[in-house]
Structure formats: C-alpha cells, structure tokens
C-alpha cells in the first residue's frame, strides 16, 4: 500500500526542490538588480560630488544647479546646470551634427540646450550662439574699474565684450512654452559671474553593490563632513533589503 505513495513522494520532492531553486534564482536576481539611490541636497559641491562618483562605491552620476537669476538675448530664463537631460527632458532632441547629449552634457565648451518653441521665440537655429549674462549685468560690468563707454559704444556691445556667447547645440522638440536652458556642469567657469562657487541642488548616484552600502553611507558621512554647506544624505535600502531577506528563505 505504500509504494504507490512512495513513487508519487519522489517526484513531489523533486518538483518542490526544482521550484526552490527556481525561486531563488529569481530573487538572487531581483534582489541584485535593485537599485539602490544615495542622494545629496543642499550645497554639496561640485569637485566633491565628482570625488564622490570616483569612489568605486557608485555609478551613473547625475547632477543638478538651478540659477533663476540668468537671461539669454536679454530674456529672462531658468538656467539648469547638469550632466544629464534624461532626468528632465522625456521628449526627442535634435542634435547639431557631432553632438549628443553625453557630449554636450559633459564637455568644458560654451554650448546648451534649449526648447524649440524658445528657440522659435528667440529666432535661433541649432549652431547659433547666443548671449548669456545675469540680470543685473550692467551693474557688473559697469562697476569699479571699467572704462566709460567709448564713443559709439553701446551697454550691449560692453555687455558681449564681458559676457560669454552660447552655441545651441541642442533642440528639445516640445510644444511647451518652456523657457528653460541646460549647460553642462563642467562649463561652470564660463558662468563665473552666476555661479561663482557651484553648490549642487542634487548629486544623486546608484550603488554598485548592494552590500557595501553601510560602508558608503560612513563614506558619505565623511564628505558631508568635508563640505561647507549644510549637506542632506538620503539611501532608502529597504526595498532592497526585503528582497535580500526573501532570498535569503
């Protein structure tokens, strides 16, 4: 009488054994494809995020600076400093030719991006430049030690003598009224006169390994340290750690 239930036993076993393995095959898997985000906010700076990302502990920097106080061709206009658009910009981009956005995103060149209905409003095409100065510009380069105007002069010609021409290297095709310009981060010091310190708004990462985030958060504990400003860490791992802890049944 038992046979029958010992020979229908062993494929049960075999079957659940099978399922286990399967399982947990797939939470290995799920659990190390988590992604685990440590972000600073608040001021951390600039060189400091990049020695952060150089860390080995992280991967996939993305930096952000909002300056409100910017204008391009005497408009008024927000002025995003980054390294990526893909955590702004979810529409296509037209590129001038030899450009995309890792290259335009990460170069130490005078460039920017901007949307087409702006671009349509300025009267500007990919390749132009154009003007890029602070609102009270004149107040700065009118100042203590300036020359007075020569004659013919005019405030914009010594505006464009002290401030910095633009290219447009790239279009966001948007109907969005959207007066908003991105420049590449590492393109700070030809926005001294905005910026003279970069203090990020965001340095968001991915942790490589799962594993090493107790030692990262001490590591990030000692930059935040290093730092001026009164920086904010944040690492949610606990998402990642229910996966680990089902793994682990």
Do not use: C
């Not at 310190?197 to 985030?213: F, G, R």
């Amino acid at each position: 009488a038992r046979a029958p239930f010992t020979s229908l036993l062993s494929p049960l076993l075999a079957f659940a054994f099978g399922l286990i393995t399967v399982l947990r095959s797939i939470y290995v898997e799920a659990y190390r494809n988590v992604e685990v985000k440590p972000v600073f906010t608040g001021g951390i700076s600039y060189e400091r995020a990049l020695k952060i990302a150089d860390s080995g502990y992280v991967r996939d920097p993305y930096y952000e600076h909002s300056v409100q106080d910017g204008m391009v061709e005497m408009e008024e206009v927000s002025i995003i400093l980054t390294n990526r658009l893909d955590h702004r910009v979810t529409e296509p981009v037209e590129w001038l030719e030899g450009w995309d956005e890792e290259t335009a995103m990460n170069t130490k060149e005078k460039v920017l991006v901007l949307y087409s209905s702006h671009a349509e409003h300025l009267g500007i095409s990919l390749g132009d430049k154009v003007r890029v100065n602070e609102l009270d510009w004149w107040n700065k380069v009118s100042g203590m030690g300036m020359e007075p105007l020569k004659p013919g002069e005019t405030d914009i010609d010594r505006r464009d003598k002290y401030r910095p021409f633009f290219q447009v290297v790239g279009v966001i095709q948007s109907e969005r009224q959207e007066k908003t310009v991105f420049i590449p981060a590492e393109a700070r010091n030809s926005l001294i006169f905005l910026v003279s310190n970069l203090q990020l708004d965001v340095a968001e990462y991915t942790l490589i390994d799962y594993h090493q985030a107790a030692a990262f958060s001490d590591y990030a504990k000692g930059q935040m340290d290093k730092n001026t400003a009164a920086v904010k860490f944040t690492m949610d791992t606990s998402y990642a750690d229910r996966m680990y802890k089902i793994h682990r049944l």
